[in-house]
């Protein structure tokens, strides 16, 4: 496909035409070398629904390391030396804290990340009552003033 043509298909998904199955695989399918073709329509369709708008978004790292899967370019795997901290699951205040040292930024977003496949649900539950201000409150639902 012509380069003008991934900014065609911009044009038209502005007009409220969605690309077709054959153009979405070909736009998936383009070589690394080929992938800076998409970038004026992509800027032109940022352009048009975001303007020069940006929401900032933080990670904490609630788990690290010592994880029991190979995946080579992870830092959490078990399998390699990289280094890096291994610490078991934050407490809740840890969890909380870095939620709460946002709360005069301009961070829309606080996540927590956990190394491994998943969380036992014990953890998972640790996870979901740091996220509540008070026993009352269901999880999930601790938010910044401001940010939703
Ligand atoms: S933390 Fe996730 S990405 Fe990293 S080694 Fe474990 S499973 Fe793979």
Redesign the pocket.
Known sequence: MPPEMYLSLARAVLDQKEPDLVDLQRMARLPDEQVFQLLAGADLIRTAKFGNQIHLCTICNGKSGK?????K??A??GFHDTGAEAYPLLAKDRLQQGALELEDSPVHRYSIVT???GLPKKEIESVAQAFCRDEKQPAFLLRLPGHY
Do not use: I, L, T
């Open positions: 994880c029991s899967e190979d995946c370019f992870c959490q795997s190394s491994g496949k």
